[in-house]
């Protein structure tokens, strides 16, 4: 019996290839449309603050070394040419290739259990759809820390089963953690994978040999690293579980809902992958599966599970997504699919507001004709990151909580050491300066009044160091919490005595000074004739939160 060569399946072939072309098209369309966001989308309150503390690293101000890769990675970004939203924009460029590196990881996990377009499509569902399209670029240590840790998940997942490979791993989770503490809500996944690649080793000598060894690893840390290190993690751990798991049930769910909805392929994927596995599916053992999917459960009692939150969390719920996956492109083939990635990613770019940016430029502009070098200031966000900031820390709910308890008048004191003849109002705290006693968004009482009696307006936001002074018969007594050159505005003004024609630039020190009688009011205003901006302030917000 003659014997027969094996035949080559063209059409199969040829369907493949055009697959992949086309996978790889929505790929590279997707990160175009991204990249065009990322230029176009307005900087949010964290990424200024997040850029401050590079600036701040490079004054030689102390930056505490958790939770701040940015510092250490983006040191370099200060020294180019360009403005610092220039700057912002180009570490978010530089910041997206964690995404991308992400995905790939994804799709590389995922084809495992499935197949390659299933594994595919799960990846491009996480990349273009939700809040993760909105926000894996934003200046912060999430999609660094979800790169580390997926790949981390993807070495337990697809390497040789060796401890050097383990080491590597566990390498890439410790630098996940020094980049944000969170990571350590990717526990279940972790354990899930090497469960599911070690299961066949797994026996009672080996696992007390893994816990031993992993108490002689603390031990030893505990007892060689600097008690300062040591310290600043403990407490930066004890704090956060205090606060972050103290909000009660769903916090945040109003951004799980908007982004189920936002994000509706990768949505219909988690959803079918849940009920196949209900349905008896063994593509993947229900333990890992449901070791994948658990950290999104975290959003349930998360106080932080903001839309950034979502860049951060699902990598490993779009791993067990890719069977779902399946079961959608055999129902809607991938091509439907894939148009409605497409299109989806396209509407969110098109929703996102774009003129704000504009507004910010020209209000760093208008800032930067006022005060031409840094200078240094009171804000909310460190809207001006190349600024030297005054009170340095966040003003978040969680940093305006902490201040409050500790009833510290830390504005007050910050107005003189060195001088702050800056005040930037916008943030709720800065804006309202006059609040009610049992308002617990607003600063000190103490604080208020301080900032309240030693700024005017300068130009819309920007308030300056100064005193408005009403006409009186009699004389008055001013106090002065910033020191520096004044100049007399509006009528001549008598200081202790001296008197001081309109226009000059007088030199005050920090204290009580006796003025007066005044025919006509005047203004003391800090600088030496400071400019105001011939373009008017613009209206509309200044930055989003999210």
Same mark, same amino acid.
């Given at each position: 019996m003659a014997s027969h060569a094996p035949t080559l399946d063209v059409p199969a072939k040829r369907s493949s290839t055009l697959e992949a072309k086309w996978l790889i098209f929505a790929a590279l369309f997707l990160v175009a449309v991204q990249v065009e966001l990322l230029f176009a989308k307005s900087i949010n309150w964290d990424e200024f603050f997040h850029f401050s503390q590079i600036h701040a690293s490079l004054r030689g101000e102390p930056v505490q070394w958790l939770q701040t890769p940015h510092v250490t990675l983006f040191g370099w970004v200060p020294a180019l040419p360009g403005t610092p939203i220039d700057h912002i924009l180009l570490t978010r460029l530089l910041l997206l290739p964690c995404s991308l590196?992400?995905?790939l990881a994804i799709f590389d996990i995922a084809r495992r259990f499935t197949n390659n377009l299933s594994a595919a499509l799960a990846a491009?569902?996480? *990349?273009?759809?939700? =809040? +993760? #399209? !909105?926000h894996a670029f934003a200046l912060r240590a999430d999609m660094i820390a979800a790169a580390l840790l997926t790949g981390a998940l993807w070495i337990l997942a697809t390497r040789r089963r060796t401890m050097l490979w383990a080491a590597v791993a566990a390498l890439l989770c410790g630098l996940a953690t020094i980049a944000t503490i969170k990571s350590v809500l990717y526990a279940p996944a972790l354990m899930a994978m090497a469960a599911w690649r070690w299961q066949d080793r797994i026996q009672a000598g080996t696992l007390a040999m893994v816990a031993a060894a992993a108490i002689a690893l603390a031990a030893a840390g505990w007892l060689l690293v600097p008690a300062d290190i040591v310290q600043s993690f403990t407490g930066l751990a004890g704090s956060s579980l205090r606060r972050m798991f103290s909000a009660g049930l769903f916090p945040q769910g109003r951004f799980f809902i908007d982004q189920m909805i936002f994000a509706p392929v990768l949505t219909a994927f988690i959803l079918c992958t849940i009920i196949a596995a209900l349905r008896g599916d063994r593509t993947m053992?229900?333990?890992? !599966?449901?070791?994948?999917? *658990? $950290? !999104?459960?975290?959003?349930?009692? %998360?106080r932080n599970a903001y839309p950034y939150f979502y860049a951060f969390i699902l990598p490993p719920v779009a791993i067990a997504a890719a069977i779902g996956a399946s079961v959608i492109i055999e129902r809607y083939s991938a091509k439907i699919t894939l148009a409605v990635i497409i299109a989806n990613a396209v509407l969110l770019s098109a929703t996102? $507001?774009?003129?704000? !940016? @504009?507004?910010?430029? *020209?209000?760093? @502009?208008?800032?930067?004709?006022?005060?031409?070098? $840094?200078?240094r200031y009171i804000d909310d966000i460190a #809207?001006?990151? @190349? #600024?030297?900031?005054? +009170?340095?820390?966040?003003?978040?709910?969680? *940093?305006?909580?902490? %201040?409050?308890?500790?009833?510290?008048?830390? =504005?007050?004191a910050a107005m003189d050491n060195p001088p702050a003849p800056f005040l930037f109002r916008q943030g709720y705290a800065l804006e309202v300066l006059d609040p009610a006693e049992d308002d617990i968004n607003a600063l000190l009482p103490q604080d208020a009044k301080a900032l309240r009696d030693n700024y005017i307006p300068h130009w819309g936001r920007v308030y300056v160091a100064g005193k408005s002074i009403p006409a009186s018969t009699e004389f008055q007594t001013i106090e002065l919490l910033i020191p520096g050159f004044y100049t007399v505005e509006g009528t001549a003004l008598t200081i202790d005595g001296a008197l001081h024609p309109v226009g000059s630039v007088i030199r005050l020190d920090r204290g009580s000074y006796s003025v007066g009688p005044l025919s006509e009011a005047a203004t003391l205003r800090w600088g030496d004739n400071l400019p105001i901006p011939a373009e008017p302030f613009p209206a509309g917000a200044l930055f989003t939160v999210y």
């Open positions: 590196v992400t995905g491009l569902a996480f *990349a273009g759809g939700g =809040y +993760v #399209f !909105l053992p229900w333990w890992l !599966l449901s070791g994948l999917i *658990a $950290p !999104l459960a975290w959003v349930l009692i %998360y996102q $507001p774009r003129e704000m !940016l @504009d507004r910010q430029r *020209a209000v760093q @502009d208008g800032i930067s004709e006022i005060f031409p070098s $840094p200078t #809207f001006r990151p @190349d #600024f030297p900031r005054a +009170v340095p820390h966040f003003a978040s709910g969680w *940093a305006l909580a902490n %201040y409050r308890r500790k009833g510290t008048p830390i =504005y007050t």
